[in-house]
Nanobody
Framework: QVQLVESGGGSVQAGGSLTLSCAAS????????MGWFRQAPGKEREGVAL????????RYVDSVRGRFTISQDKPKNTVSLEMKSLKPEDTAVYYC???????????????????WGQGTQVTVSS
């Protein structure tokens, strides 16, 4: 079992920056990625960014590419999401996720993710 603990989040004005962090309780071969999903009110939870913990390869949803950067600290089993140029449409609860998955493109579906953090609110005001 992998426990994910998030930190960061909060409120910021449009154009501002925030950084989210997620610590995994243990390293395990039962996961090959860590990443972030988000869920806005009335919307489905969507994948935002992912990093493959072995290769360091990254994936992003188109709406955040160039503004968000995901990175990892492998010895500490942590992953961070640096968010810049934030927009009101980035407002959502952000969830850390982990699991085992691969596809040549895209991000995993919500239903395929076995491990979730508790979520942290990000609010961007205009």
């Amino acid at each position: 079992q992998v426990q994910l603990v998030e930190s960061g989040g909060g409120s910021v004005q449009a154009g501002g920056s925030l950084t989210l962090s997620c610590a995994a309780s243990t390293y395990t071969y039962s996961r090959n990625y860590m990443g972030w999903f988000r869920q806005a009110p009335g919307k489905e939870r969507e994948g935002v960014a992912l990093i493959f913990t072995g290769s360091g390869g990254t994936r992003y949803v188109d709406s955040v590419r160039g503004r968000f950067t995901i990175s990892q600290d492998k010895p500490k089993n942590t992953v961070s999401l640096e968010m810049k140029s934030l927009k009101p449409e980035d407002t959502a609860v952000y969830y850390c996720a982990a699991g085992t998955w691969y596809s040549p493109w895209g991000l995993p579906s919500r239903g395929s993710v076995p491990y979730w953090g508790q979520g942290t609110q990000v609010t961007v005001s205009s």
